[in-house]
């Protein structure tokens, strides 16, 4: 257990927790909302554990203001949450859900009532699904129908939202949802997901152009699960060109337009035997490069690679379900290795040394940009006790490794803003349904009952005192 160190984080650091619509809202056919991909997705057989749904989820549509104080009550400064697309617009285009835009703007102000900025994510991966019978993210038109979504959000809720991120990990958008069909819309069709990278990027920018025609101050972000990738062997080049290669697929693929206004030239050397990239027009990198107030970081576990010799089962322990295809597109040569433990009931190492290596290569990449830590947690099997507790100390002892390592990478001059421990509650975990448990707060699925855990109450005080124990 590592909870003690002392560590103090920069007077007006900003600690919150985070969600996300689908994960949590249920009330999946009531006020006006149309389905999503992950509807569609999570009703087919086979698709997700036990074939559990977000139709309920953690009726939070229906408890915001209960879940509104446990927020006020951790003593959180901002609450990262994303709006859900069909509940806005039912079919992904044409004049905006009353209902839906009522909710979202109570769930504002409650905030603000509270003291608490809103930090809003305006895709969090539930694609109204007319969208996605009309090509989906694989279609370039989906980026200007996103455009449409995010001035009506801007409109609507104006100068009330602190934070605008336009996307949530574009990376398991397109890949896993595009390549690997292990999340929705469930396609293992390699040109289209890089196709949908290039959209999504395009989107991330056409988006932000929109909010900024409304609210030309607003402050914007963009969200990246950004992966830590090593080579099984350092010394061998044939894995370093591995781990080279996955990072173009992983990282690049989005650091590049975004943030440098163009894609790397091993991205597309790589994936040329896949597609030619002719999606990308002429002007669509400098569209998708937008100025940004803050860059999030998702962080949970690290990679490790290697170039695979052909012989025997190629290895493809990366962390994600079992699927119809793999989202490394372009890289069948190369194999994930499972790194060493401990692990989380994710099956995800952890390896706190990770984050503070991504911060500091942000920093040293793009020197300048603020970044928030937007998610970063654990789940783990957790019961309650005969007392009615849960005593999660893994979890914990998870979150305090992964301050300090912030700690450590603020220390060496990373510019860290904040940091949102993932999640606020315990919610529809995708593809693993309800059995994996992420949640500060525990969800009784059967009474919607909610009960802090031991680390709610211990990140309450993480917070009060602005650092970790001494």
């Known amino acids: 257990m590592s909870t003690g160190t002392g560590r103090r984080f920069p007077d007006g650091f900003l600690w919150g927790s985070a969600t996300a619509s689908y994960q949590i809202e249920g009330a999946a056919k009531e006020g006006g909302r149309g389905p999503s991909i992950w509807d569609t997705f999570s009703r087919t057989p086979g ?21 509104l104080g446990h927020i006020a009550d951790l003593g959180l400064g901002a609450y990262r949450f994303s709006t859900a697309w069909p509940r806005v617009q039912p079919g992904g285009r044409g004049p905006a859900n009353r209902e839906g835009l009522d909710f979202y703007s109570r769930l504002v102000d409650g905030l603000l009532e509270r003291g608490v900025a809103p930090v809003l994510t305006l895709y969090h991966w539930d694609l109204p699904q007319d969208l996605e019978d009309a090509g989906g993210w694989a279609t370039r038109d989906t980026a200007y129908r996103f455009a449409d979504y995010a001035e009506i959000m801007a409109r609507e809720l104006g100068d009330r939202v602190d934070l605008w991120t336009t996307l949530n ?9 595009y390549a690997s069909g292990a999340h929705a819309p469930g396609r293992a069709e390699p040109a289209a997901a890089l196709a949908a990278v290039h ?8 988006g932000l152009q929109a909010v900024r025609s409304v609210l030309p101050s607003a402050r914007a972000s963009v969200t990246l699960n950004l992966h830590v990738i090593r080579p099984v062997d350092p010394s061998s080049e044939a894995d370093l060109d591995a781990a080279r290669r996955v990072d173009a697929l992983a990282n690049r693929a989005f650091t590049g337009p975004l943030l440098n206004g163009a894609y790397p030239a091993d991205l597309l050397a790589d994936t040329a035997h896949v597609t030619d990239w002719s999606f990308v027009h002429d002007g669509d990198t400098a569209i998708a490069n937008q100025p940004l107030d803050v860059l999030g970081v998702n962080y949970y576990s690290t990679g490790l690679v290697r170039r695979w010799d052909g012989s025997g089962p190629r290895s493809e322990d990366d962390g994600h379900d079992d699927a119809l295809g793999s989202p490394w597109v372009g890289a069948d040569d190369i194999e994930f290795v499972r790194p060493e433990g401990p692990y989380t009931a994710m099956g995800w ?16 990449e793009h020197p300048g ?59 529809f975990e995708w593809s693993f349904g309800f059995e994996r448990r992420f949640g500060l707060i525990r969800v009784d699925y059967d009474t919607l009952e909610r009960t802090w855990k031991d680390s709610a109450h211990w990140y309450q005080g993480v917070v009060a005192r602005n650092g970790l124990e001494g």
Request: glycine letters at 8%; charged letters at 20%; hydrophobic letters at 35%.
């Open 47 to 67: 698709k997700t554990l036990n074939g559990d749904t977000g139709d309920v989820a953690d009726d939070h549509y229906h408890r915001w203001q209960e879940d």
């Open 199 to 206: 959209h999504l990027n395009l989107a991330h920018g056409l």
């Open 349 to 364: 190492n952890i390896d706190p040394s990770g984050l503070t290596e991504l911060l500091l290569r942000v920093h040293r």
């Open 369 to 427: 940009l603020p970044m928030m830590i937007t998610e970063n947690g654990a789940a783990y099997a957790d019961t309650v006790s005969p007392d009615g507790a849960v005593h999660d100390p893994l979890r914990i002892d998870y979150i305090a490794r992964h301050l300090e390592a912030t700690g450590q990478a603020i220390d060496q001059g990373a510019d860290v803003r904040g940091y949102f421990a993932w999640s606020l509650l315990d919610n």
């Open 169 to 177: 990990e574009p990376w398991c958008s397109a890949y896993l949802g």
